[in-house]
């Protein structure tokens, strides 16, 4: 069936014309909204990917300074439990095995000889929640000015060294699954593996169990747990608060809005404070 189009230049509508209806502009693209829609939904998966594509990119930046890191603190021996919590990490989150392998490299001089240095920052952001920054970098002074304006911007402050230490816990921590285990059998091996602490997880973490030790006790316990038939998943070292700023939501999300800040910088490798959300 022939259709005319007819174009008003005064107007500026179009008017499509057959042998039952009259076709308004609006109609024409109420009508069209699924083809525009789907145009924007590949826009938008397109620029999600492009998000998620940067952040993975500094992950993977962030945890090849953690071996090369490791690797020059202590070699890479199997003793070298800096080591063995990095590339814990690494196979979290699928860091190509060939990228080990170069970051290694680099740390055994190798490689590249770039240096990055160990650096802790402290401060206080919104509302008063202490901060524990840890980093690798080139420049500490190029990182400490970075941090400096960053926590200005979000109504903090950097402080001296020492001044929030006193609020977090420096500890080895393993994730394990439970393994079938009692809670009584938990306890158990818990005690004997050299656990300062654990706890089981519930819901759908109910197979999973943390254990905590002395920090320098951590490849010892990991191979008293591994003795008992526990399978470690995650073997690292965690900083958490000794006690806590309870906040409500939106004084949470300014607090937030630091943490993103600072971990957006690729020389920070982890952000720790001790806010919490008021329940």
Known sequence: MEAVVLASRIKCRLLVVNSRRLITPERFFRSCAGLFAGHSHWANIKRDKAVNDAHRA??????????????????????????????????EINFPKDKIELAIAKGAGTGDKTHEEEVTY??????????????????????????????????????????????FLHRGQ???????????????????????????????????????????????????????????????????PSNYVELDDESYEAVQQLVDTLEDNEDIQHVHHNARRDS
């Open 122 to 167: 402290e401060g206080f952001g919104p509302h008063g929640v202490a901060f524990l920054v840890q980093g690798l970098t080139p420049s500490r002074n190029r990182t400490a000015a970075t941090l400096r304006h960053a926590f200005d911007k979000h109504e903090g402050r950097l402080v001296a060294s020492g001044s929030v230490q006193r609020n």
């Open 174 to 240: 393993i994730v394990s699954s439970r393994n079938g285990m009692s809670d009584d059998a938990l306890m158990e091996v818990a005690l004997e593996a050299g656990a300062e602490d654990y706890e089981a997880g519930s819901g759908d973490h109910r197979d999973d169990v943390v254990f905590w030790c002395p920090r320098t006790e951590l490849l010892k316990m990991k191979a008293q747990l591994e003795a008992r038939g526990l399978a470690c998943r995650s073997v690292d070292f965690s900083v958490t």
């Open 58 to 91: 500094k992950e993977f930046s962030k945890i090849s300074k953690a071996i090369t890191s490791a690797v020059r603190r202590g070699g890479r021996e199997a003793s070298n439990a800096d080591l063995v919590a990095a590339l814990s990490k690494a196979k």
